[in-house]
């Protein structure tokens, strides 16, 4: 591996409290030769002073814009407005190929700049298999909250915890009602973590996978309680639901998580909403006869940092102690490419750092 200058930023996001790396790997990848500076964050998991004790460098919040060029910037969410041309090669989940709002703008603050973007969404072998993912701990908290939710368990402002005390509360009380759950998506990393989450409170889910929803029974969908929704359409499919079946007179959803918030993108399929919903608002009541909530929160591992942060890095340290242009980061830059290509943006190769 050549020379690896990586930048940790700063989460511009009030309410993410993850990182992809934490300090016990920071530690590793200083280790192997990496160089390694990481922005003081108020909000991260992790206090600073544990990446300075694993031989990082420290700078502050934000700075990444005047790293030098050659500087790799690591993070998660989204990217704060400012500046509009992105010099670096950026890692983070960019949510730009698939047509959702924004994508267009991000794209072409890449290709202004001549930067490039490593979407850790397409950090996948060569059989089409992500290599670094939340999504166990997304489709546990969805359903943990769906749950919560149906039995009047649910508070907010929604905080970040810990699974221990998370499992607490989602433990079946006595007075507790039961109820019908089900989990579509549920043989992938989300939903095998819907699936924990329902076994913990006491639910035995129904499992749908490709071969329920290849011809999917809407009116056996909505004579469940509670649904998760774990499915990442990678191309475009029916929706499962639809605004005309939440008036069916004999449903019986009431609850209903979308953990994979694909919202505005044409493969969302549950096209029933506008926006996501959040910590401090994490319901919207889609109807009121009979009523039926929703929680779609886009950074639901965010909830559990600790235990989400500790199992995404331990999965991406050895894709960064070998990062590069060929191999998995090599099929991120194609993909890339092809995106900027699709919007007109491409201006011949990201520049070389």
């Not at 002073?49 to 690591?74: F, I, M, N, Q």
């Not at 905080?159 to 089900?182: I, N, R």
């Not at 890095?313 to 894709?319: I, N």
Request: aromatic share 6%; net charge negative.
């Amino acid at each position: 591996m050549t020379e690896l200058h990586l930048w940790l930023r700063h989460e511009a996001r009030t309410t993410e409290r993850r990182t992809p790396i934490v300090p016990d790997d920071a530690r590793r990848l200083v280790g192997n030769g990496v160089e390694l500076t990481v922005e003081e964050s108020p909000q991260r998991v992790f206090p600073i002073e544990e990446y300075e004790e694993a031989g990082c460098r420290v700078a502050p919040a934000g700075s990444w814009v005047t790293a030098p060029r050659d500087a790799v910037v690591l993070g998660l969410k989204e990217l704060p407005a400012e500046p509009t041309e992105l010099t670096h090669r950026h890692i983070f989940f960019g949510h730009a190929y698939k047509d959702q709002p924004g994508a267009a703008h991000l794209l072409g603050r890449f290709a202004a700049g001549g930067g490039a973007l490593f979407d850790l969404e397409y950090l996948v072998d060569d059989t089409g298999r992500r290599l670094a993912a939340f999504g166990f701990w997304a489709g546990y908290l969805g359903a943990a909250l769906a749950v919560l939710r149906h039995r009047g368990r649910l508070t907010a402002p929604l905080t970040p915890t810990t699974k221990e005390d998370l499992d607490e509360t989602l433990k079946p009380a006595a007075e507790d009602a039961e109820f019908t759950g089900l989990v579509i998506g549920a043989l992938g990393r989300s939903g095998r973590g819907a699936r924990a989450a329902f076994a913990t409170a006491g639910v035995d889910p129904a499992c749908w996978d490709l071969a329920e929803t290849r011809n999917l029974d809407r009116p056996a969908l909505l004579r469940h309680d509670v649904m998760v929704n774990a499915v990442l359409a990678t191309t475009p499919v029916p929706p499962f639901l639809r605004e005309q079946d939440l008036d069916t007179p004999d449903r019986r959803l009431r609850t209903l998580c979308d953990v994979t918030c694909d919202v505005g993108s044409p493969l969302n399929v549950l096209p029933l909403y506008d926006d996501t919903t959040s910590w401090d608002e994490p319901v919207r009541r889609l109807r009121d006869t009979p009523p039926l909530d929703l929680i779609a929160i886009d950074n639901l591992p965010s909830l559990l940092p600790l235990e989400s942060s500790a199992d995404f890095s331990a999965a991406l340290l050895p894709h960064l102690l070998d990062f590069g242009v060929s191999g998995p980061w090599g099929r991120c830059l194609d993909r890339f490419r092809e995106a900027t290509r699709a919007h007109g943006l491409d201006k011949g190769e990201p520049l070389e750092h």
